[in-house]
C-alpha cells in the first residue's frame, strides 16, 4: 500500500502557486512599507549621480519586512543602474568571522576562482578583494542581515573591515545596509566602527492586524481565487500574527498551513477552524516535548538548577545543584545518583539547550562550572512538575525553602 494514496487532493484546485505564501517569495508590492521603501530610495538615490551613498541600519522586529524590502529597494536599483551596481547579500548568521565574510563577498562579487575557501591569510584576502573591486568598477551594495550576530561574535572587527573596504580605498565605492532586530545595536559598536559608520537608521515598525490582513488578502485570492476561503479565516490569521509582535511571517505562514491542511481533509473551503489546527501545528513546544522525554534524573537535575536560579539570581555551581538534587531525590523517593553522573547529566541539558556552563578558576581551588537556564524558567518547571512521578515534591514555587548557603 502507498501511504500516499489518501491524498487524492479534490476538495478544489488552487488558483495559483502556494509558493506566494512560503518564506522564499519575493513579493512586488508591500502594503504599509511605502515610507521605508521611500526612505530607502532616498538615501541611496546619489548612488544615480555616481556619488557614494550613506550606509544603513534598518531596524525592526522578526516579521516585519526588512530583509524583503532591502532585496526589493536594491533590485529596482540595480534595474535603474543597470551593470553598474552589484549587490551582496550575507546572513550574518552563516558567516560571522572577519575570514568568512571577505571570503564569501570576494567569491560573490569576483567569482568563485579568485579566493579559496581557506588557505590564505586574511590580509592576503583583503588585498586581493580590493584589487578585484578597483577592477569591477562597479557600485557595490553589502547586505548584512542579521548584522548584531556579527557585532556579538566578533565585536566590531568584521564591520570594520568592511568598512575599510567601502570607505578607504580609491576607486571601491561601496556602501553596507545593515539589518537587525537590536534597538540597541548602534550603541554596542565601539568608536572606531562609529567614526566611519556615516549611517542613516531606518525603523520598521510591527504590523497590526488590519496591515497584516491587507499583506495577506492578495496572495491567498492569488492561491484559492475569490471563493474557496472565509474571510474571517484571513482575518484569524492577521489577528494571530499581530499578537506576535506584528509578525507577517508568522501569519503568513499560518495561512500557508491553513490552506495545506484543507487540502489533505478534501475541504469544501478554508475556514478558521483549519486556521486553529494550523497553529497548533506550527506551535508545538519543542521545549516542552523535549523535557517530556527526559529521564527522570534528568527532570531532577535541571529543577535543581531552576531552583538554585530562582534563589540565586547569579549562576550556580554543580555542587548547589548537586544539595538541591539529593534533595529532591528523597522527596521522591529514588535514590541520588553520584556527583559523576550528575555533571553528566548537566552535559546533556547543554547538549539539549537548556541550560548553559561556564568554567570559572577559583585560582588554587581548582575550577567549577557556572550553571544558568537558557530562559523560560517557568515554563520549564511547569513541563517537569507535570511529570505524575512527581507528585511527592509538592510545592516548590518559593524556592527560599531551599537554601543554598546551608547544605541540605
Not at 2 to 31: C, I, M, R, W
Request: aromatic share 6%; with cysteine; charged share 30%.
Amino acid at each position: 500500500m502507498n501511504p500516499f494514496d489518501k491524498y487524492q487532493f479534490e476538495s478544489f484546485s488552487l488558483k495559483g502557486d502556494l509558493t506566494v505564501l512560503s518564506a522564499t517569495h519575493e513579493p512586488e508590492e508591500f502594503p504599509h512599507r511605502e515610507e521605508q521603501i521611500a526612505r530607502m530610495a532616498d538615501a541611496m538615490s546619489s548612488l544615480l549621480l555616481g556619488m557614494k551613498s550613506s550606509h544603513l541600519i534598518l531596524y525592526g522586529k522578526t516579521g516585519t519586512g526588512k530583509t524583503s524590502v532591502t532585496k526589493f529597494v536594491t533590485s529596482k536599483l540595480s534595474e535603474k543602474i543597470g551593470g553598474n551596481l552589484t549587490v551582496c547579500y550575507i546572513n550574518c548568521q552563516n558567516y560571522d568571522s572577519p575570514y568568512s565574510i571577505l571570503v564569501f563577498i570576494a567569491r560573490t562579487l569576483l567569482g568563485p576562482d579568485i579566493v579559496p575557501q581557506s588557505g590564505w591569510t586574511l590580509d592576503r584576502i583583503y588585498e586581493e578583494l580590493v584589487s578585484g573591486l578597483k577592477n569591477l568598477k562597479k557600485e557595490i551594495i553589502i547586505i548584512l542581515d542579521e548584522v548584531d550576530k556579527l557585532v556579538e561574535k566578533n565585536g566590531g572587527d568584521s564591520l570594520y573591515l568592511l568598512l575599510k573596504v567601502t570607505d578607504e580605498n580609491p576607486g571601491v565605492s561601496g556602501s553596507i545596509i545593515g539589518i537587525t532586530n537590536d534597538t540597541a545595536f548602534y550603541e554596542k559598536l565601539d568608536p572606531r566602527v562609529k567614526s566611519r559608520l556615516n549611517k542613516e537608521s531606518i525603523v520598521f515598525p510591527p504590523y497590526n492586524s488590519e496591515q497584516l490582513r491587507d499583506i495577506l488578502l492578495p496572495r491567498v485570492r492569488r492561491v484559492l481565487g475569490d471563493e474557496n476561503y472565509d474571510e474571517t479565516a484571513v482575518n484569524l490569521c492577521a489577528a494571530i500574527g499581530a499578537q506576535e509582535h506584528g509578525d507577517a511571517r508568522k501569519a503568513i505562514d499560518l495561512m500557508r498551513v491553513a490552506i495545506e491542511l484543507a487540502l489533505r481533509d478534501s475541504a469544501k473551503r478554508v475556514t478558521r477552524e483549519y486556521v486553529y489546527k494550523a497553529r497548533d501545528n506550527l506551535e508545538i513546544d519543542i521545549m516542552r516535548e523535549t523535557i517530556k522525554t527526559l529521564p527522570v534524573h534528568s527532570k531532577l537535575v535541571l529543577l535543581s538548577v531552576i531552583l538554585c536560579g530562582e534563589a540565586r539570581p547569579n549562576s550556580a555551581t554543580t555542587g548547589e545543584v548537586s544539595s538541591i538534587y539529593n534533595h529532591l531525590c528523597e522527596r521522591v523517593g529514588i535514590a541520588p545518583l553520584t556527583q559523576r553522573r550528575i555533571s553528566d547529566f548537566l552535559t546533556d541539558l547543554e547538549d539539549y539547550g537548556l541550560i548553559s556552563t561556564t568554567l570559572k578558576s577559583l585560582g588554587r581551588y581548582g575550577r567549577t562550572r557556572l550553571i544558568r537556564i537558557t530562559g523560560r524558567e517557568n515554563d520549564m518547571k511547569r513541563y517537569i512538575l507535570d511529570d505524575p512521578d512527581f507528585s511527592n515534591i509538592g510545592d516548590v514555587k518559593q524556592s527560599r525553602q531551599f537554601k543554598l548557603d546551608e547544605r541540605i
